[in-house]
């Protein structure tokens, strides 16, 4: 069975950490994960870790990081 969208690592950085001038993004971000049935990959995975830990103009916590993980790959296809 197919996913609808592949998601890359953008989109998922906006639903975790977006904010500021960013929430609309956020806002929308949230929206494509909440009402599609989309895939992701290993590596877009690592660079949303990377990206919300150590890049983000408000980094979370690597705990935190990982509980995004575990909820994208609790609703997602690796492709």
Not at 11 to 33: N, S
Request: one cysteine or more; hydrophobic letters at 45%.
């Amino acid at each position: 069975m197919a996913v609808k969208a592949f998601f890359d690592t953008n989109v998922l950085v906006y639903a975790a950490v977006g904010a500021g001038k960013d929430a609309p993004k956020r806002e929308r971000a949230m929206e494509l994960v909440e009402s599609m049935d989309f895939g992701t990959s290993a590596q877009v995975l690592q660079e949303f870790f990377v990206t919300v830990v150590r890049r983000a103009s408000r980094p979370i916590s690597a705990a935190q990081g990982l509980d995004w993980i575990e909820q994208w790959t609790a609703c997602t296809r690796k492709t």
